[in-house]
């Protein structure tokens, strides 16, 4: 009687413990005149973070690079270079920001939006080097705040329908 009451307990006791996290942070922006709000999400890569917010129904997605100079994963308040979403650590991109001494580091930034369900059609937006500044301010306690205004390359993408039935 006492191994199954035992057993039950310590399964639950694990199974709790790898709850998830209740996300309180928030998410709000405009593009192209409409506004986005969801909960992000941040994920480090060695020196450079991901800011992930996504959605569904409609699915869209909003990723924010970013990247310092200091060798380490603490960000400064300050200006970050938008660079090219698809080449954004070139030497050339990385150069350019540190020659200026005006940057912190670099920043991508890529929004994907479906345009047609079930993930038929999407219509995609990413930084270019348009000499685009992100101004991030970081408070105490660890909140990112990052304010830009850019214009992102888009371009449209339609996927076979095929790859959506077969899920691939």
Known sequence: MKKPFYLFLLLFVASQSFGQIANDNALS???DGK????PPRKIR????WWVTANTVKPDKSLRIWIGNFQRNDVFE????LIVDADKPDTKENIKKAQDLLKYKGIAVIKYVEETREP???YHVGKSQNNDETM????????????TFNGV???SYWK??????ALAG
């Not at 308040?77 to 970050?80: D, R």
């Not at 996927?159 to 959506?164: F, N, Q, S, V, Y």
Request: net charge negative.
């Open 45 to 48: 890569f060695g020196r450079y």
């Open 77 to 80: 308040s300050g200006t970050y």
């Open 35 to 38: 506004d986005y709000s969801t």
């Open 159 to 164: 996927e076979k329908a095929t790859a959506t």
């Open 135 to 146: 101004e991030l301010k970081v408070s105490a306690d660890g909140t990112l705040e990052a």
């Open 119 to 121: 993930r038929m059609e």
């Open 152 to 154: 992102l390359t888009g």
């Open 29 to 31: 922006v405009q593009i």
